[in-house]
């Protein structure tokens, strides 16, 4: 079955620290993977995603991953963290017939200021 | 386009009440969906729709039922609420490979 798994449920940071956040995914037919954001109270708003071509995707608010293909790996990364991301991130990726997301459980980051 | 819209934003029910969670989309989309998101566990699928007349069940739908008489509509029915479904409950619909979300309706079970 497809599956993706985060491998932190909660990630503390400083401002201007680096941020990786872990993303694995496990699915043997086309590969569309994302990264959304959920601030408090609030729904989730897509940051990017990858469907093919350049492995390392841009997105917004200076947020990029990387596509591993080897490694089965999506990590979402951001050099320089901000109070104001403090946030919950879902790795996401679509999988079987449903047509549906398979989300990952998630990965809260608190960034103190 | 309002998008996705969701009612109630917030509700509390007793145990053994019944309610129905509201989703309309105003973007044509054919693919809807109901996810739950409980703390720690991501999004689950509790079912979803691939065009009016047509719903299927998805990983956890007891508890559940849903209907899509219109494109537009996906209402989701809790007809003897449990404190197990205390949760949020996101709508979602899908154009292409694009995904967009409902604001959520949280749900209280007392």
């Known amino acids: 079955a497809q599956s993706v798994s985060q491998h932190n449920h909660h990630v503390i940071l400083s401002e201007a620290a680096s941020l990786e956040l872990g993303c694995n995914y496990s699915?043997?037919?086309?590969?569309?993977l994302f990264w959304y954001v959920q601030y408090p109270g609030q729904h989730l708003q897509l940051l990017l995603k990858?469907?093919?071509?350049?492995?390392l995707v841009k997105g917004i608010k200076g947020f990029e991953a990387e596509f591993i293909k080897s490694k089965f790996s999506f990590n979402l990364r951001k050099p320089s963290v901000q109070w104001s991301d403090t946030a919950e991130y879902f790795c996401?990726?679509?999988?079987?017939?449903?047509?549906?997301?398979?989300f990952g459980k998630g990965t809260k980051l608190s960034v103190k200021p | 386009n309002a998008g996705v819209t969701q009612t109630p934003k917030f509700r509390i029910l007793k145990i053994g009440q019944s309610m129905t969670l509201q989703c309309t989309q105003d973007?044509?989309?054919?693919?809807m969906y109901w996810y739950r998101q409980d703390p720690g566990m991501g999004l689950k699928l509790i079912y979803y729709?691939?065009?009016?007349?047509?719903?299927d069940k998805g990983e956890v739908p007891n508890g559940y039922n849903v209907s899509r008489s219109t494109t537009e509509d996906f209402p989701l029915r809790l007809e003897l609420a449990a404190p197990s479904q205390t949760s949020v409950y996101f709508c979602?619909?899908?154009?292409?490979?694009?995904?967009?979300f409902g604001q959520g309706t949280r749900l209280t079970v007392v």
């Open positions: 729709s691939v065009g009016a007349g047509i719903t």
């Open positions: 699915y043997g037919g086309t590969v569309n």
């Open positions: 979602a619909t899908k154009q292409g490979t694009e995904a967009f």
């Open positions: 973007m044509n989309h054919n693919y």
């Open positions: 990858y469907f093919s071509g350049d492995p």
């Open positions: 996401a990726a679509y999988g079987g017939s449903q047509g549906n997301l398979i």
